[in-house]
């Protein structure tokens, strides 16, 4: 009883959070930040629905650029919970050459199904821009970052590769991939894939997919609607 009163804890702390952390990002986001906040039925594995929720915004000035990005799934089937995930990454980069850049990055990676409990990752490392044109983008990232969970304190190595294709001013495509790996840690790998249209006045409809490894896979699939700013 006291084991599961801990858990639900955990639960509400990591919704509180999420709640607290998207306020507090609407409340102080720069003039100048760019955004998006969207809501969605899901399909897990092609099987089940549950609901979805994501917040993200980027603020860049000079050679600095802020990002946060917060997905929150949640599904109860018969009363039973299935999947109850919270993901919160921030990243702040200076580029200090044009293609090249070092970041700091934290993120909080929570899973109430996952025997380990929750992933807390503090690291930098550096960047480098692959690929800019006016349509398409890409860069692959390099970092080591110290982990901790509920048995595991430890350093890993992390790679993140990034790319956004804008096939017309209104559609986009974009895809990150994550790896993490450490010398006891299981590894981690989580891929989000996304499709969207966005309207002139900012409404938004996608389709996405996030596959995550850590060690148990898990693929959702996602219809949302939005907005972008």
């Not at 897990?44 to 600095?64: C, H, K, P, R």
């Not at 949640?74 to 990454?89: A, F, G, P, R, S």
């Not at 970092?143 to 969970?149: F, P, R, V, Y």
């Amino acid at each position: 009883y006291l084991y599961h009163g801990k858990k639900m804890s955990k639960i509400k702390k990591a919704v509180l959070f999420f709640i607290i952390a998207v306020a507090l990002m609407l409340i102080t986001l720069p003039v100048n930040a760019t955004g998006s906040a969207k809501l969605g039925g899901t399909f897990i594995n092609s099987e089940s629905a549950t609901v979805t929720g994501s917040f993200n915004y980027q603020w860049e000035e000079g050679n600095l650029q802020q990002t946060f990005e917060s997905d929150y799934q949640y599904k109860k089937n018969d009363d039973t919970e299935v999947m109850h995930e919270l993901y919160l990454n921030t990243k702040t980069n200076y580029t200090f050459a044009p293609k090249h850049y070092v970041f700091g990055i934290a993120q909080y990676d929570y899973d109430k199904f996952r025997a380990d409990g929750d992933r807390k990752v503090l690291g930098f490392g550096y960047g480098i821009k692959l690929l800019r044109t006016d349509r398409m983008k890409s860069s692959n990232e390099f970092s080591i970052a110290q982990l901790n969970t509920d048995s595991i304190s430890e350093m890993i190595y992390r790679n993140s590769l990034w790319f956004s294709y804008k096939l017309t001013d209104n559609i986009n495509f974009t895809n990150k991939f994550l790896y993490e790996e450490g010398s006891d840690s299981d590894v981690f790998i989580r891929n989000e894939t996304a499709f969207n249209y966005v309207f002139d006045n900012g409404t938004s409809i996608g389709l996405g997919n996030t596959y995550t490894e850590d060690p148990v896979d898990n693929n959702v699939l996602s219809i949302t609607i939005g907005r972008k700013w």
